[in-house]
């Protein structure tokens, strides 16, 4: 699995940030957001060490919904930084009814460029089978908290752990829950929102390699215990056989008793 985890918001420079994490989400806010030219700096800086996502914020998806050259910002940054995903979040004022779902599905034709994905983070009235299902169909990745959803499945994974929840505390618990719900993934991106210890990309990949141990303990269990069972059923086929050819012998020496006796008389 390819794990990357990161944070928010940079904390001190780039080159620091690299040594503890490995993504960065940038957030398309006009009062936040460094020009291009200083967010280019940035990703040269990182040498190649920490890739790249930008989070349109919900008042900013609602507007690109009606006019999507309201992306421009994120779209700009995410050139500038070479950003691996771009993610869309939609407030509490954004429902799935039919209108949004077209105009959702018209900016994400919009915004597709080479080697960028598209993530969706609902934060409103969207049920999760619901949500699932229309990222699905739109082709984009769906973003949850997995810490807390009880969304489950391979490929590609963007998660948040949000800061009100247990996950951006890395709990036991949450880490155990992420884990379950990461283990089967090709890819892996989690973003822990708030101010977690620095040490907590190593504590979720060291939760994810203690579940995958496991599970690879379990395997060779049920492996060595298959074998057991194959050797046990061999052994009785032996015996079966052995049975056999004793049974034939003995019938061979019945036959040949009754043939001597018949030469006798």
């Known amino acids: 699995m390819l794990l990357r985890v990161g ?5 001190g420079g780039i080159e620091e940030y690299a040594r503890r994490f490995d993504v ?8 936040r957001l460094p020009p291009a030219k ?38 700009e ?16 004022t954004v ?8 105009r959702l599905q018209t900016l994400v034709k919009t915004l597709e460029r080479p080697g960028l994905r598209i993530g969706w983070e609902p934060r409103g009235p969207f049920e999760p089978e619901q949500a699932a299902a229309f990222a699905e169909s739109a082709g984009i990745t769906l973003v949850e ?12 994974v963007y998660t948040r752990l949000r800061a009100e929840g247990a996950g951006a505390r890395l709990t036991s618990g949450a880490l155990e829950r992420l884990s379950m719900r990461l283990i089967t ?32 303990e379990f395997a060779d269990e049920d492996e060595a215990s298959e074998e057991t069972e194959d050797d046990e059923l061999d052994d009785d086929a032996d ?26 008389r």
């Open 77 to 92: 940054a995410a050139a500038a930084v070479e950003a691996s995903f771009l993610i869309l979040q939609t407030g509490p």
């Open 38 to 75: 200083v967010l280019r700096r940035m990703k040269g800086g990182a040498a190649g060490r920490v890739a790249f996502s930008v989070l349109a914020p919900p008042e900013l998806t609602k507007k690109a919904l009606e006019a999507p050259a309201e992306m421009s910002l994120a779209v």
């Open 185 to 216: 993934a090709e890819e892996a991106w989690v973003i822990v929102e708030g101010r977690p210890t620095p040490k907590a990309r190593a504590r979720i990949r060291q939760a994810i390699q203690a579940l995958a141990d496991e599970a690879a």
């Open 7 to 11: 944070l928010t918001s940079l904390t």
């Open 95 to 102: 429902g799935p009814s039919e209108r949004v779902r077209t």
């Open 239 to 264: 015996e079966l056989d052995d049975d056999d050819e004793t049974d034939s012998d003995d019938d061979d020496d019945e036959d040949g008793e009754e043939e001597d006796g018949g030469d006798t």
């Open 24 to 31: 960065l989400e940038l957030r398309a806010d006009p009062a």
């Open 145 to 156: 908290d997995r810490s807390q959803a009880d969304s489950e499945g391979g490929g590609v």
